[in-house]
Nanobody, 118 residues
Framework: QVHLVESGGGLVQAGGSLRLSCAAP????????MGWLRQGPGKAREFVAG????????YYADSVKGRFAISKDNAKNTVYLQMNSLKPEDTAVYYC???????????WGQGTEVTVSS
């Protein structure tokens, strides 16, 4: 069992920035992918960004390319999502997820709310 602890959400004006963190202290080598998904009001949950732990390869949804950056800290078993040039449509609950491969998520965080005001 991998426990994910998220932090960093909040309220920001359009054009601003936020950084989300997701700590996974119990992560093992079999949990080789971590990522962020989000669910906006009245919308389905969608993939935002992911990173392969062993290679560092990253993946992004088209809607966030060039604005968001996912990174990891090996020593802290922590993944970050730097969000720049935020838009009102980025408003959502952001969930950290982990699994063996990208898009096969076995573990979920509790979610952190991001609100972007216009």
């Amino acid at each position: 069992q991998v426990h994910l602890v998220e932090s960093g959400g909040g309220l920001v004006q359009a054009g601003g920035s936020l950084r989300l963190s997701c700590a996974a202290p119990g992560r093992t080598s079999s949990t080789n992918a971590m990522g962020w998904l989000r669910q906006g009001p009245g919308k389905a949950r969608e993939f935002v960004a992911g990173i392969v732990w062993s290679s560092g390869r990253t993946y992004y949804a088209d809607s966030v390319k060039g604005r968001f950056a996912i990174s990891k800290d090996n020593a802290k078993n922590t993944v970050y999502l730097q969000m720049n040039s935020l838009k009102p449509e980025d408003t959502a609950v952001y969930y950290c997820a982990a699994g063996s491969v990208i898009a096969s998520w076995d573990y979920w965080g509790q979610g952190t709310e991001v609100t972007v005001s216009s």
